[in-house]
């Protein structure tokens, strides 16, 4: 009503009165034609909400608004444009506001209907997803303090478009207390721009916890796909690290290992290296990476994070096989649409020897070898001087998708 008053306070001073009738018509046909869009969208999508004392058919209003949007154009078309603009401006300018009635709207129960629909959508036309993969993280928690580590680099993992569940552990009688500490987690990591859920079981042994944990959610529509774990200081957790591990993989989820550099951290952020094993001695180039494409997509991910350069390092037993690794590292390069200035290495030898040489970097990223060796790993974090990251793919990735 107030953007009518003004047009007809505009024409009344303009003494162009016959401006007005134009305008004013746009506004109530945009009303209408969003009124008929609303009805059919619930009419549509069956909510039990919905559930007017007069029944008409979906094409009464699919009508209505095909009508509507006729007659403005008709009328007007250069008028239509404009107000249809200046009505959604005004609408992403309130979204921003974050107003909210005290007994809700129809608008986040619509958009959370239309998500469903979405998803049950995805699930019953039986496609992959490789094209649309993003991290969808979950990061397991039994201390918040312990996040401080490693929260920068699932921040950084999961900007802008992914999002990050998490799932705290926590002994009898101190859910409450865990699930307050992880509420301000999840605010961090909203703050900043990083979309997050936080939700807390009761623990009994944690592996065992944290693998039921995935076989819930690994059914729900909008499942992780990236289990995040750190490494742990003590070897006699390593034999149930391996269990989740392999029950990550039974639930199509890969998994980051995380090996943080106690003195360097993450460094400057400003160099990436991504490291390939031995492939030999053909060194073919399939499209599905056995064990690489999420070491691949991670590393793309964290170069754009951080603005950093991308340095690819292949591994090569044999000297013969030097050939191949180059070709093979430049068709990645090439196939994965790295960016140009992405520099390759050839290695002489296996990661553990050539890790002390290879170019500084402040991240490094490995695919993680079939058997978990603790020690291993961390002999290439020293090695490397720089924390590392060790990635299982889980299936559902591509690099060259």
């Given at each position: 009503m107030l953007l009518?008053?003004?047009?007809?306070?505009a024409a009344i001073m303009l003494r162009e009165f016959n401006a007005i009738a134009p305008l004013v018509t746009m506004i109530f046909l945009l009303t209408c034609s969003t009124i008929n869009l609303v009805v059919v969208t619930e009419q549509s999508l069956r909510l039990?909400?919905?559930?007017?004392?007069?029944?008409?058919?979906?094409?009464?209003?699919?009508?209505?608004?095909?009508g509507c949007l006729f007659a403005m154009f008709i009328i007007n078309a250069t008028f239509s444009l404009i107000a249809i603009v200046v009505v959604a401006a005004l609408y992403f300018v309130l979204l921003r506001r974050q107003l909210s009635a005290p007994t809700g709207d129809v608008r986040s129960g619509l958009f959370a209907a239309l998500a469903e629909w979405a998803a049950k959508q995805v699930k019953l036309s039986q496609g992959t997803s490789d094209r649309?993969?993003?991290?969808?993280?979950?990061?397991?928690?039994e201390d918040p303090d312990r996040l401080r580590g490693?929260?920068?680099?699932?921040?950084?993992?999961?900007?802008p478009m992914g999002s990050v569940k998490l799932l705290g552990i926590a002994p009898s009688g101190q859910i409450d207390d865990l699930g307050k500490r992880l509420t301000g987690s999840r605010n961090?990591?909203?703050?900043?721009?990083?979309?997050a859920s936080s939700t807390v079981m009761e623990s009994g042994r944690?592996?065992?916890?944290?693998?039921?944990?995935?076989?819930?959610?690994?059914?729900?529509?909008?499942?992780?796909?990236?289990?995040?774990?750190?490494?742990?200081?003590?070897n006699e957790t390593h034999e149930a690290l391996h269990r989740v591990i392999k029950e990550a993989k039974r639930q199509r989820m890969g998994v980051a290992l995380f090996v943080k550099h106690e003195t360097a951290g993450l460094g400057r952020r400003?160099?990436?290296?991504?490291?390939?094993?031995?492939?030999?001695?053909?060194?073919?180039?399939?499209?599905?990476l056995e064990n690489l494409d999420l070491a691949v997509l991670l590393a793309y991910r964290m170069m754009e994070s951080w603005g950093a350069k991308l340095t690819v390092i292949a591994a090569v037993e044999d000297e013969s096989h030097k050939g191949q690794a180059e070709k093979?590292?430049?068709?990645?390069?090439?196939?994965?649409?790295?960016?140009?200035?992405?520099?390759?290495?050839?290695?002489?030898?296996?990661?553990?020897?050539?890790a002390s040489n290879a170019p500084e970097a402040d991240l490094n990223i490995f695919p993680l070898p079939a058997e978990l060796n603790a020690e291993f790993l961390w002999s290439l974090r020293d090695a490397t001087g720089s924390s590392c990251l060790f990635t299982r793919d889980s299936g559902d990735e591509s690099a060259l998708a």
């Open positions: 009518t008053a003004a047009i007809v306070l039990i909400s919905f559930r007017p004392l007069l029944r008409i058919p979906v094409f009464v209003p699919v009508i209505g608004l095909a649309a993969w993003k991290p969808s993280i979950l990061l397991p928690v490693s929260i920068e680099l699932v921040e950084d993992l999961a900007s961090a990591l909203m703050d900043a721009n990083v979309f944690f592996p065992d916890d944290l693998c039921a944990g995935m076989q819930v959610l690994a059914g729900s529509f909008f499942r992780p796909n990236l289990l995040f774990l750190e490494l742990p200081k003590t400003r160099r990436v290296n991504l490291w390939i094993p031995d492939r030999g001695p053909e060194w073919k180039m399939e499209m599905e093979f590292l430049a068709r990645l390069v090439d196939l994965a649409r790295l960016p140009a200035a992405t520099a390759a290495h050839v290695a002489d030898g296996d990661f553990g020897r050539y």
